[in-house]
């Protein structure tokens, strides 16, 4: 294996005070050096990444473990968070920005919020509404890029998707009850309308809409699949081919510059973790190319086939992890995928071009992976490494919860420095720094 | 805890039951911020173990790494009240010494053990094989310091549905929100009173 674990995760530090509970995932704000972080304590935290320090404890709405928080994109003037609990509710927060908020966390004193003058109450986070509608516990929620729609999913098998049409008027657009498990995570697609969903019943499916109708456009399951619980389900970012391997595109072979080109057609994929202990990339088949679920020549009485879509298994990332991987972060800087779960342990996965394979006819592939049977694509031509696996990231408790964050207090290196946030069970987000080998 | 006198043909007599007296002092669960079910449950001190067998007095772990047994996991879960009978789950024979097995770390840079105890439910069909599975799981996640990662599974083809038990017990969220049901919780404490 030619495994070269050269990056390293060092401990920049906890994000103080920590809970005194369980916390169960950490958001970064979409624009703003700030994280949320939903506790089994019913409270949502919100720290700062320029001190570290709590700035606001979100109390008082749930009435049980508060398991997901997102930010809505796209606000100008004011945040909005919203909140999932095992309570079967959401919960919308808002809380009005002052001008140039990054001088304000700057400059905040060590000792957080208290000590801001005269500000107190309207420096909350204001409860503006709920979602009813879950039978049980809400796992997770998602906003779409635009900010349009809320997904939530929920023990109750069921996807919602929400819509505000003003301020604190959401409507529920549709309930999508095609999982026969909780569904365990929501994800929306980073330039379209295409939402994935996770599950206990083993499965990974994406709808959209189709004629004011959300239906689902594609189920992977079955051999095709994880084969057991999916933990988090999570999308590359957009316009990747600039930013990650595929940049340096000088001296590259044909073959090469042909994949570039077909992943572009592709669009963002998809990475997804589960208690089978491994994590898995998963590629779209671009319309313009024919595929094999399309040709069956089976016409579809429901509905167009012309809105399914092909999702199949692009590489099944370096087993490393021992137990349950609950959580999969895709760098949106690097391309980077980061990874946690109940054995402790941290690891951040790099794409690479795979070394030119001497004397096997790479045109032909007999001993592609499995599922890449029957596929259009050739052998691949890119695989992925660990590049650093950090143990015991959280001493001996389970991780819930890894994400990639925009670094910004002041020993950041360069502009556009990401770290790692690590969410655990005792109750701390860690804030891990990545060192890079040097540059050959 | 004692009326073995009842008519089950099942019980086993307490004296039967595997035990080895503990001499170990106390080793009371690391809390270092773990509080995971503290303000569910109430603590329990595992040292005053019923079955206790005050004649055999052949500890191993003499040294001052802690390191504990499968016999000590025994004697923790083996105390647990059956949901439905006065009987706990040693006697009925739910749980059993030889179907505990602990797991050492998989490499030396990691310090997580993992406890695996598979349950024999008292009938194929029994609907409270979930219930006494989580209880299971809660008693040796308070007890067991935290990095023992505590796997329940239903002893296979004992079962009618143990595939889905398995998997509800081994799914931690699930768990998690299992424990916030005052109901279920209240049904939990009552089981595991005879623990202390």
């Known amino acids: 294996m030619p495994n070269s674990r050269l990056y390293t995760l060092k401990p920049l530090t906890t994000l103080a005070p920590p809970s005194s509970s369980r916390t169960w995932q950490t958001a970064p704000h979409p ?176 709808y959209r809409e189709d004629a004011d109708d959300w239906v689902q456009v594609c189920c992977i399951s079955g051999k095709e699949g994880h084969g057991m619980t999916v933990w988090w389900v999570e999308f590359e970012g957009s316009g990747m081919s600039k930013k990650d391997f595929r940049a340096q595109q000088e001296g590259l072979s044909d073959e090469r510059l042909q994949h570039i080109e077909r992943l572009e057609r592709s669009g963002p994929r998809l990475a997804t973790c589960s208690d089978d202990r491994t994590v898995r990339v998963w590629r779209r088949t671009p319309r313009d190319q024919p595929n094999a679920s399309s040709n069956t020549g089976i016409p579809s009485i429901i509905r167009s086939a012309a809105i399914d879509e092909d999702w199949y298994q692009e590489a099944v990332l370096p087993q490393v992890h021992e137990r349950a991987i609950y959580s999969v972060s895709w760098s949106q800087t690097t391309g980077m995928i980061a990874s946690a779960g109940s054995d402790g342990k941290i690891i951040v996965y790099k794409e690479r071009w795979k070394q030119e394979s001497n004397g096997v006819d790479a045109q032909n ?36 919860h890894v994400t990639w964050a925009k670094r910004a207090d002041k020993g950041k290196r360069w502009d556009g420095e990401e770290v790692i946030l690590s969410t655990g069970d005792d109750g701390e987000v860690k804030v891990w720094e990545v060192f890079e080998p040097p540059s050959p | ?157 004992t079962h009618s549905t143990d595939e889905q038990v398995n998997k509800q017990l081994g799914d931690k969220e699930r768990v998690a929100a299992a424990l916030e049901n005052g109901t279920l919780m209240g049904v939990l404490r009552k089981m595991l009173e005879t623990c202390e």
């Open chain 1, 31 to 206: 624009t703003l050096p700030i994280v949320a972080t939903a506790c089994s304590d019913r409270s949502v935290r919100v720290y700062s990444l320029t001190s570290f320090i709590l700035l606001h404890s979100i109390t008082g709405g749930h009435k049980r473990s508060v398991r997901a928080v997102s930010w809505k994109p796209g606000t100008k003037g004011q945040s909005v968070l919203a909140t999932g609990s095992f309570d079967a509710s959401a919960g919308i927060w808002r809380r009005e920005e002052q001008s140039s908020n990054e001088d304000d966390f700057t400059n905040r004193r060590i000792g957080g919020a208290e000590d801001e003058d005269g500000r107190d109450d309207d420096d909350d986070y204001q409860f503006s509404c709920i979602l009813d509608g879950h039978e049980s516990e809400i796992k997770s929620l998602s906003w779409s890029p635009t900010g349009q729609y809320l997904a939530t999913c929920s023990r109750d098998k069921s996807v919602w998707i929400w819509e505000e049409l003003e301020d604190d008027n959401f409507e529920t657009v549709a309930v999508l009850q095609e999982h026969d498990g909780d569904v365990k995570c929501v994800a929306w697609h980073p330039e379209e309308d295409l939402l994935a969903s996770a599950s206990y019943d083993d499965s990974v499916r994406l």
């Open chain 1, 365 to 400: 592939g007999e001993h592609m992976d499995v599922d890449g049977a029957h596929r259009a694509e050739p052998q691949p031509l890119t695989e992925w490494v660990v590049v650093a696996e950090l143990f015991s990231a959280h001493d001996v408790f389970e991780i819930n």
């Open chain 2, 1 to 157: 805890m004692d009326d073995k006198d009842n008519a089950n043909p099942t019980i086993l007599n307490p004296s039967d039951l595997p035990s080895r007296r503990s001499q170990s002092a106390a080793k009371a669960r690391d809390d270092g911020g773990s509080g995971l079910f503290d303000d569910l449950i109430p603590r329990y001190n595992y040292l005053s173990d019923p079955f206790d067998d005050p004649l055999s007095d052949s500890d191993v772990d003499g040294d001052a790494v802690e390191s504990i047994d499968e016999q000590e996991i025994y004697d923790l879960i083996s105390t647990i009240s059956d949901p439905e009978h006065p009987l706990s789950l040693g006697s009925l024979a739910v749980v059993n010494l030889p179907d505990i097995h602990i797991h050492p770390p998989a490499s030396p840079l990691s310090s997580i053990s993992t406890v695996v105890v598979e349950i024999t439910p008292t009938i194929t069909h029994c609907s409270l094989a979930t219930v006494i599975g989580l209880g299971v799981r809660v008693r040796l996640e308070q007890a067991l310091p935290p990095r023992f990662r505590v796997d329940v599974r239903i002893k296979k083809g």
